[in-house]
């Protein structure tokens, strides 16, 4: 069945550093959504990308879609304490169904 | 906007005993989701609501879960028979078209 794979798993960074989080699908995607969760806390909707090669910024994060529409990157630029949690891809699957990615677990040690 | 709610937030049980988690979605969306996350894995689809029509369950899914969304505002999951293997946060989310999905708070089971 179709698998969305996200590397690395963790990141531990220094404040300040930059941080990338890649996620891979087994199959093309219509769309890719990116959601983040905190510790404790519910995935939370950050973005969704829809065009081949979509580039897209929300002040220090900036996701891609790549060409082939079957994986993602979110770069964020000068990590922030507040940036710690989870990073989930999902992309659907058949009409309904979404499917989330492993997640990248961030730490942003001060 | 009050956001997506879900009672209770936490539920301790006995195996073998059934269990009815409640999610409220925003008032205004008319698909709804219910997911089942694990510790360390990301949201696992169990099944789609739109309005009162639920269109897709996951295959993964047992006959022991049921759901429902009787009017197309809240929806019920019940976990008949529970299992030790069940114990998870189930989480509901709900979106007004294809796209973004507003998650809620989760309900935590703890099967003993």
């Known amino acids: 069945g179709q698998q969305v794979m996200q590397i690395p798993q963790y990141q531990h960074v220094q404040e300040g550093e930059d941080f990338t989080t890649y996620c891979n699908s087994s199959t093309t995607l219509s769309n890719i959504q990116w959601y983040k969760q905190r510790p404790g806390g519910h995935p939370v909707f950050l973005i969704q990308l829809v065009k081949s090669g979509e580039v897209k910024k929300q002040k220090r994060l900036t996701f891609q879609f790549g060409e082939a529409k079957k994986n993602s990157s979110l770069h964020i630029t000068a990590t922030q304490t507040t940036d710690v949690g989870t990073y989930f891809c999902a992309g659907p699957s058949g009409t309904y169904k979404y499917i989330f990615g492993t997640g990248t677990r961030l730490k942003v040690l001060a | 906007d009050t956001g997506v709610s879900q009672n209770p937030r936490h539920k301790i049980t006995k195996r073998g005993q059934n269990v009815t988690f409640r999610c409220d979605p925003i008032s205004e969306h008319n698909r709804l989701y219910w997911y089942r996350q694990t510790l360390g894995q990301g949201p696992e689809f169990l099944t789609y609501?739109?309005?009162?029509?639920?269109?897709?369950k996951s295959r993964l899914l047992s006959d022991r879960f049921s759901a429902e969304r009787p009017k197309g505002s809240f929806s019920t999951l019940e976990i008949q028979r529970t299992e030790q293997g069940d114990s998870a946060m189930y989480l509901c989310a709900s979106s007004p078209a294809y796209n973004e999905q507003f998650f809620g708070p989760g309900t935590r089971l703890t099967v003993l």
């Open positions: 609501f739109q309005n009162e029509a639920q269109l897709e």
